[in-house]
């Protein structure tokens, strides 16, 4: 048996307390992943109406009102 005079309960706690961190790291990496890939598809998105705005703006140049 060792006498650690209360250290133990420390590093246990520290310990507890460095899983919980890389818990909270996993989870915004996950989110990080999720935002990024969210910004892929929007950008996507855009450069999609960008060119079907300019086919449409094509199209409908001879008409005139």
Partial sequence: EYDF???Q???I???GAAR???EV?????QITEQ??????RTSASV???EKLATE???SVSGFKV
Avoid: P, Y
């Fill in 56 to 58: 449409l703006s094509s």
């Fill in 5 to 7: 005079g209360g250290k």
């Fill in 13 to 15: 706690g520290a310990g």
């Fill in 35 to 40: 935002t990024t890939d969210g910004t892929h």
């Fill in 20 to 22: 919980e961190l890389a």
């Fill in 47 to 49: 450069a999609e109406v």
């Fill in 25 to 29: 790291m996993k989870a915004i990496l």
């Fill in 9 to 11: 309960i420390v590093i």
